[in-house]
């Protein structure tokens, strides 16, 4: 069968905003391209359509066109909660144009929601729910799609969900994703700004499923339990990338890396006693990050490691985050420090519950880590996140789902008096962040190993200078 599957460019900034988004990073769509090279290893033929990549044709009629060159039987959508508008409107428009062309649907929104949007999308033909490699394979194969576990279809008006998809047990069964098939791959896509040190870049997922319950997260897809790729697969998929691509950067996007202690310290040794020419960031969870394995990680290439904090307030953490605590968020950062690697934080503003102090109170507890970079993300509620079944009693909710990106406040707490105050708070935050002498002094001893980060900000300084008022406060705009 002839296949192609599409990763549609959504709403990814501000409304009102010119999208820069793609300039400041731009990453694979890893989960389509998993599915690409698993679909081909079945005989398919597979093409990948990224709309967010640096050679999609602007304009819908351009992107179709480029969709149907192929002749594809079946068009596969990934799509977030801020993507599944734009995808549905490729998906009428190729209806429109090719009846006879099959459109599914899946990822995180799709898994969440469920059958209730084949109800409502009338240009939709399947839902795929949860993990996709063997449920478009078998869809593709042309099996009755009531023998199909974690499909969901059309019998006539009646919408038919099958049985659940089991997980797949083994996934060092998987090829490595078909990265060859982006346009532009790696060069043309860049991850973000000052959070490597060589270049080319590109991603890599090692694990599916977490077997935490934070109250923001969707975890409708993998669930709560936790799969993880090897340290033989990991070292051959690192491998595969430098050699094939020449990428000497991987930003490692693992919810819990090192959960699993003993693969990442196999993993650690394999990669110090034959070194691929990489560097690495990676993610761990307070508590999961001994100084042992710090070493390890710094040993094995390690530049960066993430660590999940949301908030500076105990009182929000305990329900929002429970388990994990500032004073020791505060030891794992001067511990990731000592061990020579740099700290990033990561935040979340806006959750319920949320309040003036509390939001001060993250922000000086953002500034007492001495952390080497941070992200501030918007809170926003997904329809597969636990926190979802109550939002309606904790403030107010905009469900406007191409706003729905992390990127805009759609929810506001019952003790934040509107949106325009959040907007102020999170911009007077990060900027003050940015504005510390500390950090400026701790980024201007790193001019050299910033460099070519430096050199693409250049080459793209208009989007970036207009990226950068944004998170002005209002009061300093004239």
């Known amino acids: 069968m002839r296949i192609v599957l599409v990763h549609p460019a959504g709403s990814n900034w501000v409304p009102g905003k010119k999208d820069v988004s793609a300039v400041a990073n731009?990453?694979?769509?890893?989960?389509?391209?998993?599915?690409?090279?698993?679909?081909?290893?079945?005989?398919?033929?597979?093409?990948?359509?990224d709309c967010l990549g640096p050679e999609t044709p602007a304009g819908l009629t351009a992107k179709i066109g480029r969709i149907l060159s192929g002749n594809p039987d079946l068009v596969g959508f990934s799509a977030t909660t801020s993507g599944f508008p734009d995808g549905y409107e490729m998906a009428a428009a190729i209806k429109q144009t090719r009846p006879d062309v099959r459109t599914v649907f899946g990822g995180v929104h799709i898994s969440a929601l469920g059958g209730r949007l084949l109800a409502d999308w009338e240009h939709i033909d399947y839902l795929c729910l949860g993990e996709g490699e063997v449920t478009l394979s078998e869809l593709a194969a042309g099996r009755d799609p009531q023998a199909i576990h974690g499909l969901a279809w059309r019998d006539g008006d009646r919408v038919v969900l099958n049985p659940a998809r089991e997980h797949l047990p083994d996934l060092d069964a998987l090829p490595f994703p078909a990265y060859e098939k982006l346009a532009g791959f790696p060069k043309k896509?860049?991850?973000?700004?000052?959070?490597?040190?060589?270049?080319?870049?590109?991603?890599?997922?090692?694990?599916?499923?977490?077997?935490?319950?934070?109250?923001?997260?969707?975890?409708?897809?993998?669930?709560?339990?936790?799969?993880?790729n090897s340290p033989e697969y990991i070292y051959a998929h690192m491998d595969h990338l430098r050699t094939r691509f020449g990428v000497r950067h991987l930003n490692i996007y693992d919810d819990l890396f090192t959960l699993n202690r003993k693969r990442i310290a196999v993993l650690c040794d394999m990669l110090t006693a034959k070194p691929l020419g990489m560097q690495f960031n990676c993610a761990v969870r307070a508590g999961h990050a001994d100084d042992d394995l710090l070493h390890l990680l710094k040993a094995a290439g390690c530049l960066m490691v993430s660590l999940g904090i949301e908030s500076g307030d105990a009182a929000l953490m305990e329900v929002h985050k429970p388990g994990v605590y500032l004073d020791e968020v505060r030891d794992t950062v001067r511990r990731i420090q000592a061990a020579g690697?740099?700290?990033?934080?990561?935040?979340?503003?806006?959750?319920?519950?949320?309040?003036?102090?509390?939001?001060?109170?993250?922000?000086?507890?953002?500034?007492?880590?001495?952390?080497?970079?941070?992200?501030?993300?918007?809170?926003?509620?997904?329809?597969?996140?636990?926190?979802?079944?109550?939002?309606l009693e904790e403030g107010t909710l905009e469900e406007d789902w191409r706003r729905m990106n992390c990127l805009n406040f759609v929810f506001i707490p019952k003790?934040?008096?509107?949106?325009?105050t959040l907007d102020r708070?999170?911009?007077?935050?990060?900027?003050?962040?940015?504005?510390?002498?500390?950090?400026?002094?701790?980024?201007?001893?790193?001019?050299?190993?910033?460099?070519?980060?430096?050199?693409?900000?250049?080459?793209?300084?208009?989007?970036?200078?207009?990226?950068?008022?944004t998170f002005e406060p209002e009061k300093e705009k004239a």
């Open 425 to 469: 708070l999170y911009n007077t935050h990060v900027k003050r962040f940015y504005s510390d002498p500390r950090w400026r002094a701790r980024f201007r001893k790193r001019i050299w190993e910033h460099r070519r980060s430096l050199w693409y900000m250049f080459k793209h300084l208009p989007d970036f200078l207009y990226a950068m008022r």
């Open 26 to 49: 731009r990453m694979p769509p890893l989960g389509l391209l998993s599915i690409a090279a698993y679909l081909e290893r079945e005989g398919h033929e597979v093409g990948v359509q």
């Open 415 to 420: 003790s934040i008096d509107s949106k325009a």
């Open 341 to 391: 690697l740099r700290a990033k934080g990561l935040f979340m503003m806006g959750l319920p519950g949320e309040t003036v102090a509390s939001i001060q109170k993250t922000g000086d507890f953002v500034m007492s880590l001495g952390l080497d970079d941070m992200n501030m993300a918007k809170f926003t509620p997904f329809h597969g996140a636990p926190i979802w079944k109550t939002i």
């Open 189 to 228: 896509y860049h991850l973000p700004l000052f959070s490597y040190v060589l270049s080319p870049g590109a991603t890599m997922v090692t694990s599916r499923g977490c077997p935490y319950r934070c109250s923001y997260c969707d975890r409708s897809v993998f669930q709560q339990g936790f799969r993880y």
